[in-house]
């Protein structure tokens, strides 16, 4: 990775840690309490002065409850911890069973795109 890689991946966590919290309408003390991270880091995070370590990003995004993924820009959408759970448990199904749920998950999506397309 090179510095400029390096510092737009910190300046985008610090965008997204500022966007998330300003969707719940937290102030920078809520995060800090609700994450375990000092006020001052969220701060530094914000503006771009310091990345979080692994630890902190992680404790950032179970706050959000969102993905350490999306957390660090490296996911579109915002993915829920009760989805996580739910792929996480669909993952330790048996292939037979795993397949099931597959096809009616697709079975369930092309029916949502087609009922938005005839409307």
Aim: net charge positive; hydrophobic share 40%; glycine share 6%.
């Amino acid at each position: 990775m090179n510095y400029k890689t390096f510092m737009d991946s910190i300046m985008n966590t610090g965008k997204i840690i500022t966007e998330l919290r300003k969707s719940k309408d937290w102030s920078q003390t809520d995060l800090a309490g609700k994450s375990g991270v000092s006020r001052e880091m969220i701060g530094k995070y914000e503006r771009g002065e310091a990345v979080p370590s692994i630890e902190a990003a992680k404790k950032i995004a179970d706050a959000f409850e969102v993905s350490l993924d999306y957390l660090v820009g490296n996911a579109e959408q915002a993915i829920d911890k009760a989805t996580l759970n739910r792929l996480n448990d669909i993952n330790r199904l048996a292939p037979a069973d795993k397949n099931m749920v597959y096809a009616f998950l697709d079975s369930f999506i092309t029916k949502a795109k087609l009922q938005s397309v005839l409307r």
